[in-house]
Every structure is written in C-alpha cells, then in structure tokens.
C-alpha cells in the first residue's frame, strides 16, 4: 500500500487525528511521496501502530503519519 518513491493521494480515515485531517487538507492538494515503509515509531505517543513517512508533492512538508488514520484515494498517480 505503501511504497517507497510512490505518489500517493490521501484523506483522513474516519476517526483520525486533527492533526492528521489537517495535515492533508493543508500539504495534500498535489499527493504525498512515500519516504518511508511504514513502520513502528520510536517517538512518544506512537500509540503501537506503524507510521509512514511522506512528503507532500509540494516539498513544503515532510513528516510521519499513523497509518490508521489515512486513506489511499489513488497510487502511483
């Protein structure tokens, strides 16, 4: 679902994070680059699911997101 160097555009699975609804209303117009496989997080408050590390097609963002929390629209675009 997630691969590296893949285009991917997104929206918020229902009961997402704000942060992450604002993350993709903000920074995903144009899609995200996946930067990283999704994986488990070492950062505080992960909640034990895996993370995926996009860039938005911008290049004005770049961050991890659960991976619970997103939708794929379309791949590979």
Known sequence: MFKVGEVVKLKAAQGASQRTKNRIRERG???FTVGRAPQAASFAGNRGVNWVMLTSQSGDWLGWLPV??????NEGR
Not at 68 to 73: A, C, H, N
């Open 29 to 31: 117009d144009e899609g």
């Open 68 to 73: 619970d929390e997103l939708e794929v629209v």
